[in-house]
């Protein structure tokens, strides 16, 4: 079993910054990549950004220049990912989904956290 645990989400108002957090524990090996999707109401889920297990990064447009995504390189803690959201806007409202993507005894499989809240008003 892996399990994805995030947290860091709320209301903020627009211009504000939030940070989500992603621990990933469990029965996996290795992971490869790991990211944050989001779903709007209404909408499908996009993917808003991501890092490979090397550090190569990808954002989605819309994010671009003002969220940072990050993971902890500490031996404790390398299955840990950070989404830092700053200038926030209302239509980032949606709910965040952390994903890993990675080795298992069973093979390559892919996880999806339980989802958070942001909320950004006008």
């Known amino acids: 079993q892996v399990q994805l645990v995030e947290s860091g989400g709320g209301l903020v108002q627009a211009g504000g910054s939030l940070r989500l957090s992603c621990a990933a524990s469990?029965?996996?090996?290795?992971?490869?990549?790991m990211g944050w999707y989001r779903q709007a109401p209404g909408k499908q889920r996009e993917l808003v950004a991501a890092?490979?297990?090397?550090?190569?990064?990808?954002?989605?447009e819309s994010v671009k220049g003002r969220f940072t995504i990050s993971r902890n390189n500490a031996k404790n803690a390398k299955n840990t990912v950070y989404l830092q959201m700053s200038s926030l806007k209302p239509e980032d409202t949606a709910v965040y989904y952390c994903?890993?993507?990675?080795?298992?005894?069973?093979?390559?499989?892919?996880?999806w956290g339980q989802g958070t809240q942001v909320t950004v008003s006008s």
């Open positions: 994903n890993a993507e990675g080795m298992v005894v069973a093979g390559f499989r892919g996880y």
């Open positions: 469990g029965s996996i090996l290795s992971i490869n990549r």
């Open positions: 890092i490979t297990s090397g550090g190569s990064t990808n954002y989605a």
